[in-house]
């Protein structure tokens, strides 16, 4: 063997015992004419040491670079009271060298293989495999590894097969660009990467496999940033014969079971269902951050006769007045609100306006305007405390909720009211079954077509499909959408409604996904699932910003692989034999 054992389990139980540990020169540091060499693994460190008695053993770990590769053969020796390291579980012994082997020689890496190390990312992810030897990238690793066991665990005690679907797919819409894969054997025809197995669970379920998951590989061609990748992992459920309850049950206990298992933290059952109109009313967001609170209040029915013109065209218009209220904000300087309606502008608004509550009253900004009515309503809605500031936005509805949802966010960070270690996790419910697509201006489906509308709606998709709501959810946690998904339409009829709602003709159906339409006609029964967003659940888990650092090899914001400089191009023999010619960044088939 080239070990007996690893750099993390010799204690001082083992003292006298020959070992032979193999790993990477940590660090080295010569102390009263011994030599010391830290020797790490996945598994931790163990202090190695050299006694210049050994003279040629000596000399040549003198000579050994950082990161090189070596395996040892000596003995566990307790350390001296003063020369223990508490900070390491291997603190109390050290390992005295008699024989060392060089497995593998390193040269000086482009930086240090520490946590705090002082390399751009750029550098990190073009040295990736050297980035992951870092203690905490491989803790997120490992945790990530932990997680997919405590998800299969958890599910396969709940009656769940874990199913794999396919990775070449036919292209059908999902909300996003797909991938596309020529094929070779039918040239001049595509495969798609799939962007979720959304119909593919689907049809296990009217094949009567009633409980699958699957830790599923998805492709969207999106635009990145730090919460999303080109290629991510969803946890994926389908269960037959549920409804709304059934699912989130158990997407809450799954939850509850990797947040105890994983971070040590227990959250209270069952979780709290936010219905999507008071989500945007009070946070403006469908996916709100309750770990604090600036909470966010309409008050268009106590300022829309105010002499504050702004505020009443607002009202009269069909838009609304809505503020939040910062405490401590008094003491916000004139530039912080001035960058404060800088942001507000950015987000679509055409002004802040504000006012502060000091010595019981009402002062500054536009407490000239407010009657003595409006400012008992408003402090009635807020009941502010002393130096607080009330920040409000006049205009659409959609305006209002986007400016102080994001204002909210931001001011949360700026003023750390964000309480440290703390957990937060709800569900998000009855989404609107449709939204107006910008481009055209049509109804389009908010979450996917086969979304089922509930029941109590249902006869307003002919008269008034805006106001349909979605038997869908979201699962958020600190303010992350984690999961989401929703009970499907299993009856061809009100499927039919739905595509006749959002203008998909007969034929573009049949053409995008009439192989689950003909599918239905066979018996489908009653189905629901939810998926995991995995890489920024366990990025949440990790304490880390971005997803990247969860995934071992990660594309950057422009879709690139620093490491294998992936995409590249192909040559020309192989777009030959997919039958397609590359022509000024055109491709023709």
Known sequence: ??????????????????????????????????????????????????????????????????????????TVTVRPAEARNPELPTGEIEVIVERMEIL???????????????????????????????????????????????TR?????????????????RST???????LVPSRLQNGKFYALPQSPQVYKQLLMIAGFDRYFQLARCYRDEDLRADRQLEFTQIDIEMSFVDETDVLDLAERLLARLMSDLCGVNIKLPLPRIPFEEAMLRYGSDKPDLRFGLEIHDLSEIVKMSGFQVFTSAVESGGAVRAICVPGGAALSRKQIDELTAKAVKFGAKGLAQTKFEGGVFTGGIAKFLSENEMAGISGEFHPAEGSIILFVADSIATCERVLGALRLDLANQLDLIPKGSWEAHFVVDFPMFEVEEETGRLVARHHAFTQPKPEDVHLLETDPAKVRARAYDLVLN??????????????????????????????AREKFGFLLDAM???????????????????????????????????TTAGQSLMDNCPNTVDAEQLSELGIKFDEGKIDR
């Open 521 to 555: 006609k066979y018996g489908a029964p009653p189905h629901g699932g939810i998926a995991f967003g995995y890489d920024r659940m366990m990025m949440l888990f990790a304490g880390r910003s971005s997803i990247r650092d969860v995934i071992v090899f990660p594309k």
């Open 104 to 150: 593998s020689a390193a040269e000086t890496p482009p930086f240090v293989i520490e946590d705090e190390v002082n390399a751009s990312e750029e550098t990190r992810l073009k040295y990736r495999y050297l980035d992951l030897r870092r203690p905490e990238m491989q803790s997120a690793t490992i945790l990530r590894s932990h997680a997919n066991r405590v």
């Open 153 to 169: 665990d958890f599910l396969f005690a709940e009656g769940f097969l874990e199913i794999e679907t396919a990775t070449l797919v």
């Open 173 to 179: 819409p999902e909300g996003a660009r797909d991938f």
């Open 479 to 508: 303010g992350y959408e984690i999961a989401g998904g929703s009970i499907r339409t299993h009856s061809s009829e009100l499927l039919a409604c739905v595509l006749r709602v959002i203008e998909l003709t007969e034929d573009k």
């Open 1 to 74: 063997m080239l070990r007996t054992h690893n750099c993390g389990e010799l204690r001082a139980a083992l003292a006298g015992e020959q070992v032979r540990l193999a790993g990477w020169v940590h660090h080295k540091r010569h102390h009263g004419g011994v030599l010391f060499i830290d020797l790490r693994d996945r598994y931790g460190r163990t202090q190695l040491t050299f006694k210049p008695e050994s003279k040629a053993l000596f000399e040549r770990a003198e000579k050994i670079g950082h990161e090189t590769v070596i395996a040892i053969d000596g």
